[in-house]
Each structure stands twice: as structure tokens, then as C-alpha cells.
């Protein structure tokens, strides 16, 4: 089971939007930054969102991040068939010596 | 180009052992941190393993620790992961990740594509 949590699926028709939460505690989102990871099966993962709301070059502005308190969001919007993947939140978490957690990830379809 | 591959996965016994290898191209290996990122059948990515630009600090996730080791060769560009008393719950898709800097610290900016460890009888 995942420090952090996602919903395990989401979904919306193509142009509309859709938002995926991530919820974790003081020692990982509540302390440190979240970044977010865009998979689609078969092929690398890639940085989508670092630093809470950052966005790499490259990555369209249809895709946001936000994050307060224990929690993080990432936002959506005129979604595309392209979009369709598997999203992980991620984050540091200073328990027991520090590590890396990553959410379960949610699958999100396109209608 | 910016490119990781992995190479090294394949069919192993429980209780074996395996090196996984990361050969980074297209930028100096030495200013970057790396780590090691599964994914099991069916399941999301887990953290396993990071190491820092110049190999003196090294983390590892509880499940690994005291059976994975971590290293790399900043001179051949490449990244290891030493894994020994191998479970069948090791199986899985292993990822290599650059680590960015500046403003991209703690982001895992670069993903391999992947190489699957096996682990069976």
C-alpha cells in the first residue's frame, strides 16, 4: 500500500478536464515538493510536474499542478486521446531515514 | 541526444543474482544524480535505489536494502544495480532516472526504457 494516494482511475471525454489528488502526510507532501509522471504501458516514464506547479519545456499548459497541505492535485484540461496513461504523484518522505514514494498511480481514460 | 538504456534484465532463479547496467549519453553523467525505479506486473512504480552526482550518498527502499547495491562509473557513463537473494516479488520492469539539477532538483527528469527482471524457478 502506498504512503501516497491516488484514485485508481479517472476519466472524461475528450475536451473536457479532469482533476487526479494525491494525498499523503507532513513527512512527504507536507514538507517537501511534489512532482508528477505521465506512463504510458510500453514506453519511459515522463516528468509532467516538478516542484508542485512546474512545468518542463515541452509539456503543454493543458497540464497543471497545485498542492496544499498533505495534498497535491494535478489538473487537466482539453483532454486529448494522447492523454490517456497512468499517473503518479511523487514525493520525499522524511520517515525513517528519507526515501522516495510514489502514489499507486491512477489510469486515466478518455471517453 | 539525452538517452538512459538499460540493459541486464533476464531470467533468474530465487536467490540469484543480477547487474543491472544504465549507460547515460548526451550529457555529464557526474553533475546528476540517478536512481533505480520497478514497476511489477500490474502494479506502480516503486522507488528502489539513488545515488548522488559524485556516489558518496546512497539510499535504498526497506524492501531492497541489504540485498541491492547502488554504484556507478562517472568515467564509462554508467549507472549499476547489484541485485542479490533475488525474490520473485523483484520481479519487475526496472527503470533508471536521471536526476535533475537547479531548479529541477529532486525531479526525475530523464527515464530509461526499461529492462525486465524475471525471477522464477
Known amino acids: 500500500q502506498s504512503v501516497l494516494t491516488q484514485p485508481p482511475s479517472a476519466s472524461g471525454p475528450p475536451g473536457q478536464g479532469v482533476t487526479i489528488s494525491c494525498s499523503g502526510a507532513s513527512s512527504n507532501i507536507g514538507n517537501n515538493y511534489v512532482f508528477w509522471y505521465q506512463h504510458r504501458p510500453g514506453t519511459a516514464p515522463r516528468l509532467l510536474i516538478f516542484?508542485?506547479?512546474q512545468r518542463p519545456s515541452g509539456v503543454p499548459d493543458r497540464f497543471s499542478g497545485s498542492k496544499s497541505g498533505t495534498s497535491a492535485s494535478l489538473a487537466i484540461s482539453g483532454l486529448r486521446s494522447e492523454d490517456e496513461a497512468d499517473y503518479y504523484c511523487?514525493?520525499?518522505?522524511?520517515?525513517?531515514?528519507?526515501?522516495?514514494?510514489f502514489g499507486g498511480g491512477t489510469k486515466l481514460t478518455v471517453l | 541526444e539525452v538517452q538512459l538504456v538499460e540493459s541486464g534484465g533476464g531470467l533468474v532463479q530465487p536467490g540469484g543474482s543480477l547487474r543491472l547496467s544504465c549507460v547515460a549519453s548526451?550529457?555529464?553523467?557526474?553533475?546528476?544524480?540517478f536512481y533505480w525505479v520497478r514497476q511489477a506486473p500490474g502494479k506502480g512504480l516503486q522507488y528502489v535505489s539513488a545515488i548522488s552526482g559524485d556516489g558518496g550518498s546512497i539510499n535504498y527502499a526497506d524492501s531492497v536494502k541489504g540485498r541491492f547495491t547502488i554504484s556507478r562509473d562517472n568515467s564509462k557513463n554508467t549507472v549499476y544495480l547489484q541485485m542479490g537473494s533475488l525474490r520473485t516479488e523483484d520481479m519487475a520492469v526496472y527503470y533508471c532516472a536521471r536526476g535533475g539539477v537547479g531548479n529541477y532538483i529532486g525531479a526525475f527528469d530523464i527515464w530509461g526504457q526499461g529492462t525486465m527482471v524475471t525471477v522464477s524457478s
Open positions: 511523487a514525493a520525499w518522505d522524511d520517515s525513517l531515514g528519507g526515501r522516495w514514494m
Open positions: 516542484r508542485n506547479d
Open positions: 548526451g550529457f555529464n553523467l557526474r553533475s546528476h544524480a
